[in-house]
């Protein structure tokens, strides 16, 4: 059986710093592309940050320079580091991993950032 477990997320004040963790089972972790996805009320799902197994991470603009992904594949568990938080980045944030069909989702976890 598979589980994506994402933890870290709370409230936090704007300038402020979070570090969302990934923890993966029942899956080959190091095979698989970590995509750190966030859901506003009033936005679609957007992808904020990917990290493939070959170690190439690409961001989405609205957050590139504040947020970092990393992985410990031993573990298999990953990380998503947010910093210089803003009031905008306040959404549930979710950890996909992905593998060719393979698509697991976690419950999300809520992140918070008042002004």
């Known amino acids: 059986q598979v589980q994506v477990v994402e933890s870290g997320g709370g409230l936090v004040q704007a300038g402020g710093s979070l570090r969302l963790s990934c923890a993966a089972s029942g899956i080959a972790f190091s095979f698989y592309r970590m995509n750190w996805y966030r859901r506003t009320p009033r936005k679609k799902r957007e992808l904020v940050a990917s990290d493939a197994p070959d170690g190439s991470t690409t961001y989405a603009d609205a957050v590139r320079g504040r947020f970092t992904t990393s992985r410990d594949n031993a573990q298999n568990t990953g990380y998503l580091q947010m910093v210089s938080l803003k009031p905008e980045d306040t959404a549930v944030y979710y950890c996909?991993?992905?593998?060719?069909?393979?698509?697991?989702w976690g419950q999300g976890t809520q992140v918070t950032v008042s002004s």
């Open positions: 996909n991993m992905l593998n060719g069909p393979r698509d697991y």
